[in-house]
């Protein structure tokens, strides 16, 4: 089995392309998916399902606060505080899902963050008709609470 560094290097036409949990971790995400769809091998009318998180916790405020900033400078002194407050924060969301001040919030390094209308323009924009979308809740001990999926076909 072949490994490919990029969709321009497969040589055989692709009926369905998947882009599964990888969007929000793209700084473009329109050109990713608008590059990775109009490639030669994936005709016009080829299925695109691009899937992403759902975010649990409206967070911006928050983390960009000069005290949680502070608070965050001081924790990461101790790399043993460091450990014991991140195991109490994955505690606190698995058990009440809620996380409780001084814990922790995780990001996973996420750069974008979507909905299910977001998801759809962003997939529009890149030259895609949406054909159905939808949002599962399901996962409780991250800070995502489900999975947006999009169902989209290549104009």
Do not use: W
């Amino acid at each position: 089995m072949s490994k490919y560094q990029h969709i321009t290097e497969i040589q055989e036409n692709s009926d369905l392309v998947t882009c599964a949990h990888a969007l929000e971790h793209i700084p473009d995400p329109i050109r990713f998916l608008r590059e990775t769809t109009h490639s030669a091998h994936v005709p016009v009318g080829s299925l695109v399902y691009p899937e992403a998180p759902l975010e649990r916790y409206a967070l911006a405020g928050l983390l960009q606060s000069q005290s949680y900033g502070q608070y965050l400078s001081i924790v990461q002194k101790s790399r043993l505080l460091t450990i014991a407050i991140d195991f109490f924060s994955v505690l606190s969301r698995a058990r009440f899902q809620k996380v409780f001040p001084p814990l922790l919030l995780k990001l996973h390094e996420h750069l974008n963050f979507y909905a299910s209308a977001s998801l759809s323009k962003v997939a529009a924009s890149a030259g895609l008709d949406a054909l159905a979308v939808s949002e599962e809740q399901g996962a409780i001990v991250s800070t995502h609470t489900g999975v947006i999926r999009l169902l989209s076909r290549k104009r």
